[in-house]
């Protein structure tokens, strides 16, 4: 009887260097302070929050995955401000495949957090929305500072 032998060092190696490749994203995500999310339109949920994200809206990964069914919703972590400018922001990015880029505030038991968002629809070549991505930044010290600055002016 004679078995089949298959060499998989290259498909072993091949792995290796993916999970090295995401420990560095994930290295640089977190030294950064930068949070991110995918989200699905076919599953209509949020494909990934990452960690960081869910600890700057005060909560667990698995709740916003669970929770979020388009990106527009995260508008109910925001300010009450900003929620209308937030959801005509992603609205338009995934209607139209522009990027956005737009700054909200969260109300905190410390007072209000300030956050950046940048944001990417992805489409196919036939123009189907695949994915929205995109990062957020909690740019509190770096408002206060600048607006030091201004001050000190």
Request: hydrophobic share 40%; with cysteine; net charge negative.
């Amino acid at each position: 009887m004679f078995g089949v032998v298959t060499d998989v060092t290259d498909a072993f190696r091949t792995l290796q260097d993916v999970r090295d490749q995401k420990d560095m994203l994930d290295l640089a995500a977190r030294v950064s302070g930068l949070g991110h999310w995918v989200w699905d339109p076919d599953q209509t949920c949020l494909a990934f929050c990452s960690e960081r994200l869910a600890f700057m809206f005060e909560t667990e990964t698995h709740a916003l995955v669970r929770r979020i069914v388009h990106p527009s919703e995260f508008s109910a972590y925001l300010h009450d401000d900003d929620r209308a400018s937030y959801v005509e922001a992603i609205s338009e990015g995934v209607a139209g495949a522009d990027p956005y880029d737009i700054e909200y505030r969260r109300k905190t038991d410390s007072g209000d957090r300030y956050f950046k968002e940048i944001g990417q629809p992805i489409f196919d070549a036939a123009g189907k929305l695949q994915r929205d991505i995109a990062t957020v930044q909690d740019v509190t010290e770096a408002n206060a500072r600048e607006a030091e600055l201004e001050q000190a002016r």
